[in-house]
């Protein structure tokens, strides 16, 4: 994967964290700590998908350089 594909695969991944923010948002205004939980979890999963990503991005930019 180029260093490209993977900043764009990053900046999706930063789309869907951004998405499953805005549902935390609806979930904690309805006070249902359960499925803000489950969201939290989901948050996490896809910032460490994000974190992978931008180090992937990183490595190829260096291995390009």
């Known amino acids: 994967m180029s260093a490209d594909e993977s900043l764009r695969r990053a900046e999706e991944l930063f789309e869907r964290l951004e998405e499953t923010r805005a549902r935390l948002e609806r979930v904690a205004e309805s006070e ?4 803000a939980i489950d969201i939290l979890a989901e948050l996490a999963d896809v910032a460490r998908d994000v974190e992978a990503e931008l180090a992937r991005a990183r490595d190829e930019s260096d291995a390009d350089a």
């Open 32 to 35: 249902n700590a359960e499925a």
